[in-house]
């Protein structure tokens, strides 16, 4: 069964932190995959997304790492800032069909001040 | 260029009374997908959709629920006779191509009385 499951379920830093959220998928065949910030009453906005070759991937405060042969990745957020508070989604995706994606939970993120 | 645009934001509906969900995808997308998730709970796909076709519909309910998206407008997911347990935010996403990154909409919010 293609699952996608994240690790921790909430979290609660310092600003100025920094933090690492944790995905595991069962996801296959895989394709790539994503992480989502959700902010509260919005839509989710793509932070990166990783293909089966990419060992990791950077997005100014943002740092993905995937390990395919593990099905395991985590996303490391540095220095962290008010304005990171959010749920934060994993999402993987497939090669079977056009609509493939498969979404975690999410870690809900707080930081404070 | 405009992004995913869903309205209304907020929709209330008493038992019993129909929900219409609006999605007009960004300039140049001709796929939409639909989402639902529940307070606490990761999104869960709902339909896919083509130009006045319904490509993947496996997640929508069979009883009440239908999505269209024609040729000329937005999409709609429509809920008929709804029920407290149909209170959820609803996501609709948009790409280019099938299979392709999607974006995501603000949400709306149903709360049914």
């Known amino acids: 069964k293609n699952q996608v499951e994240q690790s921790p379920q909430s979290l609660i830093i310092l600003e100025g932190k920094n933090c690492t959220l944790q995905?595991?998928?069962?996801?296959?065949?895989?394709?790539?995959l994503r992480w989502y910030k959700q902010d509260t009453g919005r839509g989710p906005v793509s932070l990166t997304i990783?293909?089966?070759?990419?060992n990791t991937k950077s997005n100014g405060r943002y740092t993905a790492t995937l390990d395919a042969d593990t099905k395991q990745s985590s996303l490391h957020i540095t220095a962290s800032q008010l304005s990171d508070s959010a749920s934060y989604i994993c999402?993987?995706?497939?090669?079977?069909?056009?609509?493939?994606?498969?979404f975690g939970t999410g870690t809900r993120l707080t930081v404070i001040p | 260029n405009a992004g995913v645009m869903q309205n209304p934001r907020h929709l209330v509906r008493r038992r019993g009374q129909e929900a219409r969900l609006r999605c007009s995808p960004m300039?140049?997308?001709?796929?939409v997908y639909w989402y639902r998730q529940l307070p606490e709970e990761g999104l869960k796909f709902m339909v896919y959709?083509?130009?006045?076709?319904?490509?993947?519909e496996s997640g929508m309910p069979k009883e009440r629920f239908s999505a269209e998206f024609p040729k000329e407008g937005p999409s709609i997911l429509r809920i008929q006779q709804v029920v407290r347990g149909d209170s959820a935010a609803y996501f609709c996403?948009?790409?280019?191509?099938?299979?392709?990154?999607?974006?995501f909409g603000p949400g709306t919010r149903l709360t049914v009385l």
């Open positions: 996403a948009s790409s280019p191509l099938g299979g392709g990154e999607q974006f």
């Open positions: 995905c595991n998928y069962t996801v296959s065949p895989f394709s790539n």
């Open positions: 990783m293909t089966f070759s990419e």
């Open positions: 999402v993987v995706s497939d090669k079977t069909g056009a609509n493939n994606l498969f």
């Open positions: 300039k140049g997308h001709s796929h």
């Open positions: 959709l083509q130009k006045e076709n319904i490509i993947d």
